[in-house]
T-cell receptor, first 112, second 113 residues
Framework: GENVEQHPSTLSVQEGDSAVIKCTYS??????FPWYKQELGKGPQLIID?????GEKKDQRIAVTLNKTAKHFSLHITETQPEDSAVYFC???????????FGKGTRLSVIA | GAGVSQSPSNKVTEKGKDVELRCDPI?????LYWYRQSLGQGLEFLIY????????KSGLPSDRFSAERTGGSVSTLTIQRTQQEDSAVYLC???????????FGPGTRLTVT
């Protein structure tokens, strides 16, 4: 089955700097890659997703890139703010009635 | 509009007791999922329901776990004879189409003493 590896497990950046979180997946058939943000005591919130027919997608300060050949995808956050501090999860899914497989998460701390 | 809601938000139970956790998905969402998140860990898939199809129970960790979805809407996750290792946050999500754009509820924190 699908396996998703996420790095780093923790990341600290200065406010205003960029943050990058990377994930690799094992099944080349995977075609859907969402990213979730989870704040303390809350459920995960979908922040951006990408499908395999697209190489990059942006939404304001957040972007996701996908490299299908290398089987990895990344989350980029620019101009980080303290409210970006949270745990971020990547996930992947193969076509058909299959569930998402999540990475183990990255705890991002933005230092003011 | 209303998001996914779960109840209770917290549940403390004694080892060996049965518990029921409830999920109200977003109206119109045909797919509903249950996940488990242990302290500081990622999300572990438990079960999903898609329309009128048979549920995918492949993630349930033991036969003490079961779930049902009545009328294509509300779902209940039942854990029988709870064990301490069942302590975790149980998250429910729903989406229009499996597996895209899943929206999560706030979770139920289960503590087994």
């Amino acid at each position: 089955g699908e396996n998703v590896e996420q790095h780093p497990s923790t990341l600290s950046v200065q406010e205003g700097d960029s943050a990058v979180i990377k994930c690799t997946y094992s099944d080349s058939a995977s075609n859907y890659f969402p990213w979730y943000k989870q704040e303390l005591g809350k459920g995960p919130q979908l922040i951006i997703d990408i499908r395999s027919n697209v190489g990059e997608k942006k939404d304001q300060r957040i972007a996701v890139t996908l490299n299908k050949t290398a089987k990895h995808f990344s989350l980029h956050i620019t101009e980080t703010q303290p409210e970006d501090s949270a745990v971020y999860f990547c996930a992947a899914s193969i076509p058909g009635n299959t569930p998402l497989v999540f990475g183990k998460g990255t705890r991002l701390s933005v230092i003011a | 509009g209303a998001g996914v809601s779960q109840s209770p938000s917290n549940k403390v139970t004694e080892k060996g007791k049965d518990v029921e956790l409830r999920c109200d998905p977003i109206s119109g969402h045909t797919a509903l999922y249950w996940y488990r998140q242990s302290l500081g860990q990622g999300l572990e898939f438990l079960i999903y329901f898609q329309g009128n199809s048979a549920p995918d129970k492949s993630g349930l960790p033991s036969d003490r776990f079961s779930a049902e979805r009545t009328g294509g809407s509300v779902s209940t996750l039942t854990i029988q004879r709870t064990q301490q290792e069942d302590s975790a946050v149980y998250l429910c999500a729903s989406s229009l189409v499996l597996p895209y754009e899943q929206y999560f509820g706030p979770g139920t924190r289960l503590t087994v003493t």
